[in-house]
């Protein structure tokens, strides 16, 4: 498959490569190419960025994640369903260029990204405070570079006539091209908390300030030179594309049930394309990766959308819920006033219907959330426990899951789900069903409220990385549908 595409990466965090990235993709649409935008790593709200305020398709690209045949796979599979050709793929790093896991180990990093899907990289050096010291520290980065595949340069937060000095220098000592520079802007700043940037609709000058520094990017960098760069790279190519093997993403086809699942489903046929999942989406619950969304729906799931915060109860067509990450802490108080959302959420669960919570989901699914103030209040009631405030991050980053007891309802022993935990919240009732391991080092720990028919935790979890998981949730959903085809069918007998 033929896709131009870009890398903008960066020697550390904080570095200016979200800014740059967006700036970019502003640029890009305002010359009306048909882009879409991928995060390396697990990162949620970089991408909400592209697609709510840009308006770009925006999905993760994680080589932890997934093996690199998957990886190469979910890029093509990405570009292939976008209703326009996309003519640029522009990807976002993250961290340090070669930081990986554990900052040890390339998976995980943007550099494995960028070698895994042959993708070129623009540098974008932060150099405020330097002056020729960023020639032997540019110098290090590209010695690094064994694939040569960084192959320009932007130098951020440096003043035009210190630029205009710099680079010939640059250009007469580095093998690379110095494709341009950003001054110090004070008014493009993107607000941050402790679990990363602000979201978008917390923001009420975020289109105004990408605007901007779209203009700026178009002033002071050749986006013409990057265009060209992104346009010179090799296919990409997939194994057994077209030897009709199973998507390594999911099914496509609407699939009948025909096997035996302790208390089976044999000689009971049902079409996934009947089965609905309520999908919690609102500024409470928002990060979701849009590759689990859309293996669900590769699954023949019907995916329909509700706010736990604004709407009255769960959608009636629901045979299942999906309770997504977020911020509910900071929306506790009118989660808490939505009594009849939550009645609607508990009395469905305990009615047997499916349920997968991950981290804000898992703390909204509580008896309680005390908030950093000490403030508590009154949740879904579904788990006896409590989520407190913790002040610093809890058992943050990648992990291995794996069911902990002898039947297992969602993992074979085998292939354990990947996913990763970033929270400042704890709970009293984390879980003991499944233990999660550093992929890293050898500490471990217990987590996750697992059952026949539902999965709560604070891990998210990526589902490219197990699609059984979901096969074995959509079985779950179907035996829900049954019954509850069932039960409506008694009930007019009863009426007639």
């Known amino acids: 498959m033929s ?184 008014e493009l700043v993107i607000d941050s908390r402790h679990l990363g940037l602000k979201l978008p609709v917390e923001m009420d000058h975020i289109h105004k300030t990408l605007s901007q520094a779209s203009a700026y990017l178009c002033e002071t960098v050749d986006i013409d030179g990057i265009l060209a760069i992104a346009r010179k790279v090799d296919d990409l190519c997939v194994e057994g594309e077209n030897d009709g093997e199973r998507s390594l993403v999911g099914e496509t086809e609407d699939t009948n049930v025909d096997r035996d699942l302790d208390g089976g489903l044999i000689g009971k046929q049902v079409s996934t394309s009947s089965i609905t999942l309520a999908v919690a989406r ?72 499916p349920s997968l919570a991950e981290c804000g989901g898992f703390m909204y699914l509580h008896k309680e959330l005390q908030d950093e103030k000490g403030h508590i209040f009154p949740m879904v009631d579904v788990i006896n426990g409590r989520t407190y405030y913790v002040g610093k991050s809890v058992r943050f980053g990648y992990v291995e899951i794996r069911e902990d007891k002898e039947q297992a309802h969602f993992l074979m022993k085998d292939r354990p789900m990947k996913g990763h935990e970033f929270h400042y919240y704890d709970s009293t009732l984390c879980g003991e069903d499944a233990y999660a391991v550093k992929p890293v080092g050898s500490r471990k720990w217990h987590c996750c409220h697992i059952g026949e028919n539902h999965w709560w935790g604070f891990p998210h979890l990526y589902y490219p990385s197990c699609p059984e998981f979901v096969d074995a949730f959509a079985d779950s959903l179907k035996r829900y549908h049954i019954g509850k085809d069932d039960n409506q069918a008694l009930i007019k007998n009863d009426l007639r």
């Not at 019907?302 to 900071?330: N, V």
């Open 3 to 186: 896709i131009p595409r870009i890398m903008f990466a960066a020697p550390k965090s904080g570095s200016g490569k979200t800014l740059i990235t967006c700036a970019m993709l502003g640029a890009c649409k305002e010359r009306q190419l048909h882009i879409v935008s991928c995060k390396c790593g697990p990162d949620y709200i970089d991408p909400m960025f592209h697609r709510t305020v840009l308006e770009i398709p925006s999905e993760n690209l994680d080589t932890y994640f997934t093996d690199e045949e998957q990886t190469r796979r979910l890029l093509c599979e990405f570009v292939s369903e976008q209703e326009h050709s996309p003519e640029l793929v522009v990807m976002e790093g993250v961290m340090g260029l070669y930081d990986g896991l554990g900052g040890v180990r390339k998976e995980g990093s943007s550099y494995h990204l960028a070698s895994v899907t042959k993708t070129p990289i623009i540098l974008v050096v932060d150099v405020h405070g330097m002056g020729q010291t960023m020639i032997p520290v540019i110098s290090g980065i590209l010695q690094y570079d064994k694939e040569h595949l960084i192959r320009g340069i932007i130098l951020n937060r440096i003043s035009r006539h210190f630029y205009e000095s710099m680079k010939p220098m640059l250009e007469e000592e580095l093998p690379v091209p110095v494709l341009g520079y950003m001054e110090s802007h004070p």
């Open 282 to 353: 609102d500024e409470a619950f928002c990060f979701y990766y849009e590759e689990n969304l859309r293996l669900l729906e590769k699954a023949g799931i019907r995916i329909t959308y509700f706010s736990p915060l604004w709407d009255e109860r769960l959608p009636e067509e629901a045979d299942g819920i999906l309770l997504g990450g977020g911020y509910p802490e900071l929306y506790a108080e009118a989660l808490s006033r939505n009594i009849s959302m939550q009645d609607s959420i508990r009395t469905a669960i305990r009615n047997g219907m």
